[in-house]
């Protein structure tokens, strides 16, 4: 799980806010108004537009499982880190700094699947870790082969919650490594410690941007 530094609200997310005082999920637009139809004087602001914004804070990865995911019906959604279902959080439903953008989590088409994980497996549950925890980062561990794991009872219930040790997941965590830390096709030839190096201080510095990347991040570690 990788951390995720809040940038400023959209100004025109507040703007509709005042305007509007949305007080359900419902009222909030799917998508932007045609500019056709908009009123002068009028703020209008729709969920595409704030997926938008989102995603380029989170450099189009999911915030729970780290996939690469794009601002499209069905394949990307607003997820609220303390579930907007329950009660005690109705005055965060539309605060920016408890939304984040996750992949569609095993859903096809908006209809539920066998294999749930991320917002999808996680429902109206709360997590003790979260991608906007600074310490997300040390709590949540991979192994080389792409399991995912931690050493505390928060993390391992984190995990479970999100499903994120799902089959599939853990292959296309693997994939990912693998694409990374080997020199040959057989993936038995590690990269040297110099290239190790060199990458992982590219993702630090975040230069480099991939899938899955506190993944590679962690196996990086492993051979450096």
């Known amino acids: 799980m990788r951390f995720i530094t809040k940038r400023d609200s959209p100004i025109e997310f507040e703007r509709w806010k005042e305007q509007d005082n949305p007080k359900s999920w419902s009222e909030f637009p799917t998508n932007k108004i045609d500019p056709t139809r908009a009123e002068e004087g009028t703020c209008y602001y729709s969920r ?15 915030g729970y499982c780290e996939s690469k995911v794009i601002n499209k019906p069905f394949e990307s959604k607003l997820e609220h880190i303390l579930p907007q279902e329950n009660n005690d959080y109705d005055s965060l439903r539309f605060n920016y700094n408890n939304i984040i953008v996750v992949c569609s989590g095993g859903e096809v088409f908006g209809k539920k699947g066998a294999q749930l ?19 997300c980062e040390e709590e949540i561990k991979f192994t080389l082969n792409g399991n995912i794991y931690s050493n505390t009872a928060e993390g391992e219930n984190t995990i479970e919650i ?34 190790a190096i060199f990458l992982y201080n590219a993702i630090e510095s975040k230069e480099l941007i991939l899938p899955f990347v506190s993944s590679i991040r962690n196996a990086l570690q492993r051979i450096m």
């Open 117 to 135: 994980h991320c917002d999808s497996a996680k429902k109206d549950q709360e997590i003790a870790i979260t991608p906007l925890v600074n310490t």
């Open 48 to 62: 595409a537009e704030l997926r938008a914004h989102l995603l380029i804070e989170q450099e189009s990865l999911c």
């Open 162 to 195: 999100l499903n994120l040790s799902l089959a599939k997941l853990n292959i296309l965590r693997q994939n990912a490594i693998n694409s990374i830390i080997y020199n040959d096709i057989d993936n038995s030839i590690f990269i040297d410690k110099e290239e």
